[in-house]
């Protein structure tokens, strides 16, 4: 009789300690995935205000070169990709705004008084600044999901 009861104190024990375990892994599994889901909106949202940038950038430069609507439908399409596209497919938007951005860069370092101008280099260290953030939250992001 003792030794049915200690038997199931026992087992009781060991059930308990799985018990404590599984929920412990479960918590810790819903923490990372919701500390994933703010670091990718967090990428979301810096992603968009490049995009914002890029947008006034363009209205900057528009004047010293003539931009292709196609351009403005690409930002537009672009920052609505953002809010719909799963991680792995913002890196084609990020890819194809970093582009964008190179146009734009090629076009200002083509006219000197553009370079000099105060908005377009206010706004190029706030896309710079911006790039940084978003590295940083990329980082975090893959640091989590590893």
């Given amino acids: 009789m003792v030794i049915a009861l200690i038997l199931i104190a026992v087992i009781s024990a060991v059930v308990v300690a799985l018990l404590i375990y599984f929920i412990s892994v479960y918590n810790r599994l819903y923490r990372l995935r919701n500390s994933a889901s703010a670091t990718l ?14 947008e006034q950038l363009l209205g900057a430069v528009k004047s010293y070169a003539e931009f292709e609507r196609e351009t403005f439908e ?16 913002l890196s084609d ?14 076009v200002a370092e083509s006219y000197p008084e553009l ?11 706030s896309i710079r600044g911006i790039e940084d953030e978003i590295a940083r939250h990329r980082y975090t992001y893959n640091n989590i999901v590893q």
């Fill in 115 to 125: 370079k000099t101008s105060e908005t377009v280099s206010k706004l190029m260290e």
């Fill in 41 to 54: 909106g967090q990428v979301r949202v810096a992603l968009k205000k490049r995009l914002d940038m890029i």
């Fill in 74 to 89: 690409k930002i537009t399409s672009l920052r609505a990709a953002v809010s719909r596209e799963s991680a792995g497919d």
């Fill in 93 to 106: 938007v990020d890819r194809e705004s970093r582009s964008i951005l190179r146009g734009i860069m090629a």
